[in-house]
Nanobody
């Protein structure tokens, strides 16, 4: 499975951005896709995920109410719409996928497939 993320950039605080991630290859058994991020000097952290079979979504507390994850099954694409961006949202955002939804919300687990990161910079 290959994941291609796009949509990062520079935005002022309070602004919006939409990230996209297209999956290709052996995608028939992918059951969930999501996003992680890593800010400079900080550990990687979970942002949001979406279950393709059950439609469940899961968000980090830090982005609830500001970010929305959605998908287009026909295009094997997941989106992350980000509103009310804050300087602390500045990070490299990584698109991820797995065959198991539990990989996104189980302590000690992480998704199997990762794309290249896309940089989001929020200026104050």
């Amino acid at each position: 499975v290959q994941l291609q993320a796009s949509g990062g950039g520079l935005v002022q605080a309070g602004g919006s951005l939409r990230l996209s991630c297209a999956a290709s290859g052996r995608t028939f058994n992918i059951n969930a896709m999501g996003w992680f991020r890593q800010a400079p000097g900080k550990e990687r952290e979970f942002v949001a995920a979406n279950s393709w079979s059950g439609g469940s979504t899961y968000y980090a507390d830090s982005v609830k109410g500001r970010f929305t994850i959605s998908r287009d099954n026909a295009k094997n694409t997941v989106y992350l719409q980000m509103y009310s961006l804050k300087p602390e949202d500045t990070a490299v955002y990584y698109c991820t996928a797995d065959t198991d939804w539990d990989a996104f919300h189980t302590l000690g687990r992480s998704p199997r497939y990762w794309g290249q990161g896309t940089l989001v910079t929020v200026s104050s």
